[in-house]
């Protein structure tokens, strides 16, 4: 059985940091795109960012780049997201990702995820 399991997130002032952690069992990790979504309530799923099998070629929202960072370790199976200078507007219910690739399709879209976690919720004050 597949599990996807999120940490780490948690409440946070505007400028700070948090590190998202996302554990996996049940399947070949490093043969996984996996990536991090998020979705405030009453907006839809969308990417934040997606790392390849091999950690690659990364993928980031406009939004996120330059503050965001993922990383994945294959050997932990393993995902990470370090978010910095986080801002209000980053607040959301953050949930992992993974799939076998979206072939030169939109990567923030959700429709190439096979597994999705639970979700962690994310929110900066203000």
């Known amino acids: 059985q597949v599990q996807v399991v999120e940490s780490g997130g948690g409440l946070v002032q505007a400028g700070g940091s948090l590190r998202l952690s996302c554990t996996t069992s049940g399947l070949t990790f490093d043969d996984y795109y996996v990536g991090w979504f998020r979705q405030a309530p009453g907006k839809e799923r969308d990417g934040v960012s997606c790392i390849s099998w091999n950690g690659i070629s990364t993928w980031y929202a406009d939004s996120v780049k330059g503050r965001f960072t993922i990383s994945r370790d294959n050997a932990k199976k393993t995902l990470y997201l370090q978010m910095n200078s986080l801002k209000p507007e980053d607040t959301a219910m953050y949930y992992c990702?993974?799939?076998?690739?979206?072939?030169?399709?939109?990567?923030?879209?959700?429709?190439?995820?096979?597994?999705w976690g639970q979700g962690t919720q994310v929110t900066v004050s203000s």
């Open positions: 990702a993974a799939g076998h690739g979206f072939y030169g399709g939109n990567w923030a879209s959700p429709t190439w995820v096979n597994h």
